[in-house]
């Protein structure tokens, strides 16, 4: 279902007040000092950071709660902010617009990204009409979820090729879950299909279909999303976010310096486990997590660019939020310099 600007607004709007009332509450999290439980949300058939990183046992003390899954950086991060969880993951580009609009959250940690191997495509039919961007006019492509990664770099390329603002608004961007976006494609319900990881690998084995453009093409290796936790959660359990930040850190370098055959293994070994009924099949096509920084640090580039890019589109005002508002680096004992930001 498409959600209009109005009612993204509206959901935003209730998001930032139920954020209002919890803070005034005292959460089960944040009320005491240090907790030792970490609530979060996970992905179908994926396993994240921290989650290979408490298999490890990078997290010491401090264990993960799996509450569900979410297929929105968006809504996870709306999550975190509301105290439903105490950390999510989302597009830097959707934790500068949740931070416009004063949701009390701080970045600490990056987790994705998009590299030579590992990057989000946007692929059509083998024998689609469409060649160029101006094609794309009166088109729907299906992305996970609006407002986050694959809708920047939608526009991002629809803009470098010459469309205007108004053609740009001609192209439709249609709300598909991952598990069935490259089955909308080929049944012809949309003409482009975002696909990324294991999913677009799979996709690519059964044929049929051709890239049209990548956020790698466009932007070449960079760290795309990042973790965020409540700022009085941040204040009030510091030792329990360093131990967090830090093992997911060194998690992200032991999925980079182990054999690949090694960390999917280790994959497969932990979705076992856990015991939530999935399909690790698309498993064996992982590459990387993507992140283009040692043990996930964070830069100024990483929310910048689009801190610039939602401020040309006139989503925000660039004068009102600067890189250094919205990360940290303080947690995280990987990172160049010890804690500087």
Not at 60 to 76: A, E, F, H, R, Y
Not at 177 to 191: A, F, H, K, Y
Request: hydrophobic letters at 35%; proline letters at 4%.
């Amino acid at each position: 279902m498409k959600m209009t600007r109005a009612a993204v607004a509206a959901a935003l709007a209730a998001t930032l007040a139920a954020a209002a009332l919890s803070g005034c509450g005292s959460s089960g999290a944040a009320a005491a000092k240090n907790v030792k439980e970490l609530r979060y949300q996970g992905w179908v058939g994926q396993v994240t950071p921290p989650e290979l990183a408490e298999d490890l046992g990078y997290l010491g003390d401090v264990k993960l709660k799996w509450i569900g899954n979410t297929i929105s950086g968006p809504q996870d991060i709306q999550a975190a902010t509301t105290g439903d969880i105490d950390f999510g993951g989302a597009f830097n580009g959707a934790i500068v617009k949740l931070k416009a609009n004063k949701a009390p959250i701080t970045a600490v940690i990056g987790y994705y990204g998009a590299d030579k191997d590992t990057y989000n495509g946007f692929y059509v039919k083998a024998d689609s009409p469409i060649k160029t961007a101006k094609d794309l006019i009166g088109k729907k492509i299906g992305v996970n979820t609006l407002g986050a990664h694959a809708e920047a770099v939608t526009k991002t390329y629809l803009s470098r090729n010459g469309l205007t603002p108004e053609q740009i608004k001609q192209v439709e961007l249609i709300v598909v879950p991952p598990v069935n976006t490259e089955q909308s494609l080929r049944q012809g319900q949309i003409d482009v299909a975002s696909l990324s990881g294991p999913l677009r690998d799979k996709a690519l084995e059964r044929g049929g279909i051709r890239p049209l453009y990548s956020d790698f093409e466009l932007l070449g290796a960079f760290t795309g999303g990042s973790y965020v936790l409540r700022n009085d959660f941040l204040k009030k359990n510091p030792e329990t976010v360093k131990t967090f930040t830090t093992g997911v850190a060194k998690a992200i370098e032991w999925s980079r310096t182990q054999p690949r055959d090694v960390v999917i293994a280790r994959f497969r070994d932990i979705i076992a486990k856990r015991g939530r009924n999935e399909d690790d099949t698309q498993l064996k096509f992982w590459k990387s997590y993507g992140v283009s920084s040692k043990g996930g640090a964070i830069t100024d580039k990483d929310f910048s660019t689009w801190i610039e890019w939602l401020s040309s589109t006139g989503e925000i005002k660039s004068k009102d939020l600067k890189p250094s508002d919205l990360y940290t680096n303080e947690y995280n004992g990987l990172a160049s310099g010890g804690g500087a930001q």
